[in-house]
Nanobody, 122 residues
Framework: QVQLVESGGGLVQAGGSLRLSCAAS????????MGWFRQAPGKEREFVAAIRWSTRNTNYADSVKGRFTISGDNAKNTVYLQMSSLKPEDTAVYYC???????????????WGQGTQVTVSS
């Protein structure tokens, strides 16, 4: 059973930084991608960033490019989201997620953490 546990959220002023962590457990994640999503009040959940464990390839939403960095630590099975130059519109609950690569196919984002609140004050 895959478990994802986020931490690191909080309150920060605009222009500040935060680092989110997602500790993954339950299986070997070498053929997985890990991602961060967020959901602001009254809005749908949106993609933020993702990283593929095996290749370390990353991709980002346009809204966070140049400000957020996703990285992973294999030894700790932990994925990080370093957020800089934060804006009030980055305020949301941030979720960690995982998806599997198998038989040349990406599965859906099937595994989710409980979320961590990030609030950016103006």
């Amino acid at each position: 059973q895959v478990q994802l546990v986020e931490s690191g959220g909080g309150l920060v002023q605009a222009g500040g930084s935060l680092r989110l962590s997602c500790a993954a457990s339950g299986r070997t994640f070498s053929n997985y991608a890990m991602g961060w999503f967020r959901q602001a009040p009254g809005k749908e959940r949106e993609f933020v960033a993702a990283i593929r464990w095996s290749t370390r390839n990353t991709n980002y939403a346009d809204s966070v490019k140049g400000r957020f960095t996703i990285s992973g630590d294999n030894a700790k099975n932990t994925v990080y989201l370093q957020m800089s130059s934060l804006k009030p519109e980055d305020t949301a609950v941030y979720y960690c997620s995982a998806r599997k690569w198998y038989a040349s196919t990406w599965y859906e984002w099937d595994y989710w953490g409980q979320g961590t609140q990030v609030t950016v004050s103006s």
